[in-house]
């Protein structure tokens, strides 16, 4: 749940989510604040720690120049899922990687496509996310260089091999969303 938190899920998406009531997710989420010393969500939001039960907590940081990689993925939303996953899939022929709720993803030569029902945020501005090797390491450069982010770097997705899906999120110079983002092997 803090994961969901530090993404910018309110307690209904996030009971939705995890099939548990709103209340449940409430005290939950009051719980992680008074263990970590936080006073709201947004301390939470903006925290940098990593749970010690992550690949990216045992990785080896490798300090270095920071670059923004390929991009790596590509955010689009869409009026109705179904009809979506259909027309990407059916018509254009992209390969379907993986669904779930109200989010399908495609291959587009290395390249992911992202689409989304939830309108979170403008639905006419598109997402691009940037690979980057080491999340941590991305995101303390760019802040030095004065990128503001939403939040620190969070999990977004933990895959079946164990593979976990990093991002962190901010605006460009006239308010548009980018993220950066980071795939950590289980190092098992």
């Known amino acids: 749940m803090v994961e969901a938190v530090r993404h910018g899920m309110r307690s209904p998406e996030i009971a ?3 099939g548990i009531t709103r209340d449940a997710v409430k005290f ?3 719980n992680a604040l008074s263990k970590l010393g936080f006073a709201s969500r947004n301390e939470l ?9 992550s690949a990216l907590y045992a990785k080896e940081r ?23 996953r259909a027309w990407y899939g059916d018509v254009l022929g992209l390969p379907h990687l993986y669904s ?9 030569g290395g390249v992911r496509l992202f689409l989304s029902a939830d309108h979170g945020s403008n639905p006419k501005d ?18 030095a260089r004065g990128v503001e982010f939403i939040h620190a770097p969070h999990m977004i997705h933990r895959h079946d091999d164990g593979t976990e899906e990093w991002m962190a999120f901010f605006n460009d110079n006239e308010g548009r969303p980018l993220s950066i983002m980071s795939q950590v092997k289980s190092p098992g």
Request: proline share 0%.
């Open 16 to 18: 939705r989510r995890q």
């Open 28 to 30: 939950h989420v009051a």
């Open 126 to 143: 598109s997402l691009i996310y940037f690979r980057v090797d080491d999340i941590r390491e991305a995101h303390d450069a760019l802040a």
């Open 45 to 53: 939001r903006r925290w940098d720690g990593i749970r010690r039960d």
């Open 62 to 84: 490798v300090m270095g120049e920071v670059a923004l990689g390929a991009i790596g993925q590509i955010a689009r939303h869409v009026a109705d899922i179904e009809a979506a």
């Open 100 to 108: 779930f709720g109200n989010m399908a993803f495609f291959d587009c």
